[in-house]
């Protein structure tokens, strides 16, 4: 079974990634480490820098990883400063901002950047689309999950348990990664 590391010590983030990639051959250590969360427009190049600076800190190969919450209505907003936005707005918040609003339309994007040591990351990126609900349900998982209703699903995120919400994400990001992985060897 080939090795990845993956740079977190988020552990919804790790989880996810072993549930993800073992199945398909990898296994999936973890590494937490501080690294520089740039400010920038869009989660590509925040997983970019932060894998760069990771490969250069631990000398070897790694995987990191960066997620935006982005809402049409909003032009985008909170975008990758979802993290700030959950400690200063709350879901409440957000949802009054979303009030008699009908384009309810939002995505996650994910963006998983490889980084070989000494060699610029290569990044790829998923996204899991749906819409914000009128108001918050669910018992599971965190701030966005309990406001965010995946394409395909009736309830949100929050209404699953972790072995079942993982899932209803784009896990496509995923195969691609193992793919790349495979065709490395």
């Known amino acids: 079974m080939?090795?990845?590391?993956?740079?977190?010590?988020n552990w919804a983030k790790i989880l996810s990634a072993r549930q993800m990639l073992e199945p398909l051959g990898f296994k999936v250590n973890q590494v937490k480490m501080?690294?520089?969360?740039?400010?920038?427009?869009?989660v590509e190049e925040?997983?970019?820098?932060?894998?760069?600076?990771?490969?250069?800190?631990?000398?070897?190969?790694?995987?990191?990883?960066?997620?935006?919450?982005?809402?049409?209505?909003?032009?985008?907003?909170?975008?990758?400063?979802?993290?700030?936005?959950e400690k200063r707005l709350t879901e409440e918040g957000l949802l009054k901002l979303l009030e008699g609003v009908e384009n309810r339309k939002a995505c996650f994007i994910e963006a998983f950047a490889y980084?070989?040591?000494?060699?610029?990351?290569?990044?790829?990126?998923?996204v899991t689309k749906g819409t914000i609900a009128k108001e918050k349900s669910g018992e599971y998982g965190w701030f966005w999950?309990?406001?965010?209703?995946?394409?395909?699903?009736?309830?949100?995120?929050?209404?699953?348990?972790?072995?079942?919400?993982?899932?209803?994400w784009n896990t496509d990001v995923y195969k691609e990664i193992a793919e790349f992985l495979k065709n490395k060897e």
């Open 2 to 9: 080939k090795e990845i590391t993956f740079v977190t010590g």
């Open 34 to 42: 501080d690294t520089t969360e740039i400010q920038a427009d869009n």
């Open 46 to 85: 925040i997983a970019k820098y932060s894998a760069k600076e990771a490969s250069d800190k631990l000398k070897c190969t790694v995987l990191k990883n960066d997620t935006g919450f982005f809402i049409d209505a909003l032009d985008g907003f909170p975008g990758p400063y979802a993290k700030y936005v």
């Open 115 to 126: 980084c070989e040591y000494g060699k610029e990351p290569i990044v790829f990126t998923g």
């Open 145 to 168: 999950d309990f406001i965010f209703i995946p394409e395909g699903s009736e309830k949100t995120l929050g209404c699953f348990p972790d072995d079942k919400r993982f899932y209803l």
